[in-house]
C-alpha cells in the first residue's frame, strides 16, 4: 500500500503569541482560525512552557504560533535548524509589494522583532526565477520567489 504525506501545517514558537499574530495578520494576511490553552502530556513534555497554540490560515496555508515565554528570540548561528519556508506569487509585482509592505510594517514601530535585519534586495536567477528573503518577527527566515512559467 503507497502512502503519499502531505503538507499540513508549520509551526513557530514565539515569546510574544499577540506580537505574532498581528504580524502574520497584517503582513500575510492570515486570518486566526483557533486557539487551544490546553495541551496532551506529551505536548507539554515536548514543548515545556508551552502557554497557548493559536492556527493562522492563509489560503492552503497554515501557521500554528506556539507561545513559549522565555526562548530565545532568533536563531543561533552555530545550531543545526530549518533554514527557510518558501511562500510563491503569482507575479513580480507581488515580491516588490510584499517586500515593500514588510518595510513598512517594521518601519511602523507597531511590532517587536527578532532581527533588525531588512529584507534582501529582489534577486533574478539563470533561469527567470526572482526572489528576495526576509524574516518574520519572531527571527525565523522566509523566501519569497516567483517562478515564471518557463522554469517550472
Same mark, same amino acid.
Given at each position: ?57 492563509? *489560503?492552503?496555508? +497554515?501557521?500554528?504560533?506556539? /507561545?513559549? $515565554? ?5 536563531? @543561533?548561528?552555530?545550531?543545526?535548524? %530549518? ?25 511602523? *514601530?507597531?511590532? +517587536?522583532?527578532?532581527?533588525? /535585519?531588512? $529584507? ?5 536567477? @539563470?533561469?527567470?526565477?526572482?526572489? %528576495? ?20
Amino acid at each position: 500500500m503507497e502512502m503519499t504525506p502531505r503538507f499540513h501545517h508549520v509551526g513557530v514558537q514565539t515569546n510574544d503569541l499577540e506580537n505574532s499574530v498581528r504580524w502574520y495578520s497584517d503582513f500575510l494576511g492570515c486570518e486566526r482560525a483557533w486557539t487551544l490553552d490546553k495541551f496532551s502530556e506529551l505536548t507539554t513534555s515536548r514543548l515545556p512552557g508551552i502557554r497557548t497554540l493559536t492556527e493562522m490560515v492563509l *489560503g492552503d496555508v +497554515r501557521v500554528h504560533l506556539f /507561545e513559549r $515565554p522565555g526562548r530565545v528570540a532568533a536563531p @543561533a548561528e552555530s545550531a543545526v535548524q %530549518f533554514q527557510h519556508f518558501c511562500f510563491t506569487v503569482d507575479s513580480p509585482g507581488d515580491l516588490d509589494r510584499l517586500r515593500r509592505r514588510w518595510i513598512e510594517l517594521y518601519d511602523s *514601530g507597531r511590532y +517587536r522583532y527578532a532581527s533588525d /535585519e531588512q $529584507p534582501t534586495d529582489i534577486v533574478v536567477d @539563470a533561469d527567470g526565477v526572482r526572489s %528576495f528573503y526576509s524574516y518574520d518577527v519572531n527571527g525565523l527566515e522566509f523566501e519569497f520567489t516567483y517562478v515564471p512559467e518557463a522554469a517550472s
